[in-house]
């Protein structure tokens, strides 16, 4: 099944007005079927990425995230998601980015890139943006890119980072301390039959901003790859 239902949504609901073990106990059998329905949908995205990109990730089933929260260092102690959420890793490590994806009622997106850069690779792109920022800001520019997702999503700093001018040209860029994208669905979009392959779409509109990174991520200043990946 390569679908989300309405009764994939009506369990979510469900499951957000009774959060709790009892109910889900009682109503594992529900979880179940709907569980493997998202394995289904995940299947039919990965079929369609396996088309255009090299993909790590082996399954649907292995893209997808558990249910069960880790509450241990979280106010909130409701024991379970309420949403399907899974990812798809590129393979190799000269392709970066990752794939996400969130399916719940009234907030179904899509979203890639770089949620949490480590201190080397945050370095590395600002780097390359405070050299010459000419190429990322076609990309983003782009009117495919506009369309789907807008901007560039994520948190910034309130001022220049450390070593870097604030009256710099490309301070903007610069301030980003997450490089993502997201696309969000209404709910009669993600219900619909071909939702699968509008996932697959969006993800695919994310290759250019992906395949930028990539290669600032896996070569020095001068463009010579990195000896580590070597």
């Known amino acids: 099944m390569s679908t989300i239902t309405k009764a994939n949504f009506d369990f979510l609901k469900q499951l957000s007005k009774n959060n709790n073990r009892d109910w889900f106990t009682e109503n594992k059998p529900l979880y179940i079927t709907n569980h493997e329905q998202m394995i289904g949908f995940a299947d039919a995205v990965l079929i369609e990425m396996q088309k255009h990109d090299n993909i790590e990730t082996i399954s649907g089933k292995k893209s997808l995230h558990r249910i069960y929260r880790d509450v241990r260092f979280s106010k909130d102690k409701s024991p379970y998601k309420n949403h399907w959420g899974g990812g798809f890793k590129r393979a190799t490590k000269l392709l970066r980015g990752g794939y996400y994806y969130h399916i719940e009622p009234g907030n179904t997106v899509v979203a890639g890139g770089f949620w949490g850069p480590d201190k080397e690779d945050l370095a590395r792109i600002r780097e390359e943006i405070a050299v010459d920022a000419t190429e990322l800001r076609t990309i983003i520019n782009s009117k495919n890119f506009k369309n789907t997702f807008g ?17 710099h040209a490309d301070i903007d860029l610069l301030q980003y301390k997450q490089f993502c994208v997201v696309h969000k669905f209404t709910d009669k979009e993600a219900l619909s039959k071909d939702f699968y392959k509008q996932v697959n779409s969006t993800f695919q509109a994310m290759r250019p901003f992906f395949n930028y990174m990539s290669e600032v991520l896996t070569t020095d200043i001068n463009g010579a790859q990195l000896k580590k990946l070597k």
């Open 151 to 167: 901007e560039i999503w994520g948190d910034k700093l309130k001022t220049a980072p450390k070593s870097y001018p604030k009256d």
